[in-house]
């Protein structure tokens, strides 16, 4: 009898180190990866050959931490160029103005101060621009949501957008419905605003612009369509990036510093929403933003 504890016990003493040696190697290897991960190393991804479920799952969990932090990393690289870029352009053009006024090369006079104005204006807004879409992408700009009226509120930005379809003489078809939803007024008024400016904008003398407001299932989908130039299928999916532009030298010639639509992506989402856009090229582009009811 003690003979087949002792055996029993020497069986178990061999299975717990087995069990101890399987766990233990593929622990040492997530340790020593989340420590290269941890030190900016995101090159590498974690083996999945365990035969531990437990292990498995963590395994797969350390391996998307760090392709988020690798996507993050990289967001973050390209953001610094693009500010960096952005801001250099009106910075150089100020400079440039400034010396050759110091040098004498051109006379101080109204219009060069005016031009250099604008350049200052530009630049402002740009740093504005970019404070404004951090605070709301990292939740520092609270929200603050009261029912609201939305087909009121898209009257009130066509209002202020009256004298431009005017002056293109842009036909607007508008068909909507009293919706109430739980929105903040303020940021919402912002993400109209910024479409139906792009629509305008894109948009040729003569042409027409459609902006429908309807309840489809729990979702409030506002439409704002233009028969304008649309956009290559190459740059659809980036449209929503930041600083991404189509047709830079078009767009900064109109004022455009490839924000905007970014900013409209992430009040959308603040608000539990979503953001879309089709587009052909020489046809005219249909943006969609959807908005929870239930908000």
Do not use: C
């Amino acid at each position: 009898m003690a003979g087949i504890s002792i055996f029993v016990f020497l069986v178990a003493i061999v299975i717990a180190v087995w069990i101890a040696r399987d766990l233990s190697r593929p622990l040492r290897q997530i340790v020593s990866f989340t420590q290269a991960v941890a030190s900016g190393d995101y090159r590498n991804q974690l083996p999945q050959q365990t035969q531990i479920v437990e292990v498995n799952e963590l395994v797969n969990v350390t391996n998307e931490l760090s392709r988020q932090l690798s996507k993050n990393q990289a967001l973050r690289e390209r953001l610094s160029s693009d500010i960096a870029h952005e801001l250099r352009t009106p910075l150089t053009t100020i400079q440039g103005s400034l010396e050759a006024m110091i040098d004498g090369i051109w006379p101080i006079d109204e219009a060069r101060l005016v031009s250099l104005n604008d350049e200052v204006i530009r630049l402002t807004h740009l740093i504005n621009n970019i404070e404004n879409i951090a605070s709301i992408e990292h939740r520092e700009d609270k929200l603050i949501k009261v029912d609201t009226d939305l087909s009121k509120l898209i009257q009130q930005v066509l209002n202020n957008f009256q004298s431009n379809l005017e002056e293109k003489r842009i036909t607007l078809d508008y068909q909507t419905e009293k919706i109430i939803v739980a929105i903040d007024p303020n940021k919402i008024n912002q993400v109209i605003t910024n479409l139906l400016s792009n629509a305008i904008k894109f948009t040729q003398t003569k042409g027409k612009i459609i902006i429908k407001l309807k309840r489809v299932a729990d979702n409030v989908v506002l439409t704002i369509e233009d028969n304008g130039s649309g956009i290559a299928e190459k740059d659809v999916p980036h449209v929503f990036d930041h600083f991404y532009m189509a047709d830079p030298a078009r767009n900064r010639q109109q004022g455009g510093q490839g924000i905007g639509l970014a900013i409209v992506k992430a009040i959308v989402v603040a608000h539990g929403g979503s953001v879309s856009v089709d587009s052909e090229l020489g046809v005219g582009t249909i943006f969609t933003v959807k908005l929870p009811l239930n908000n």
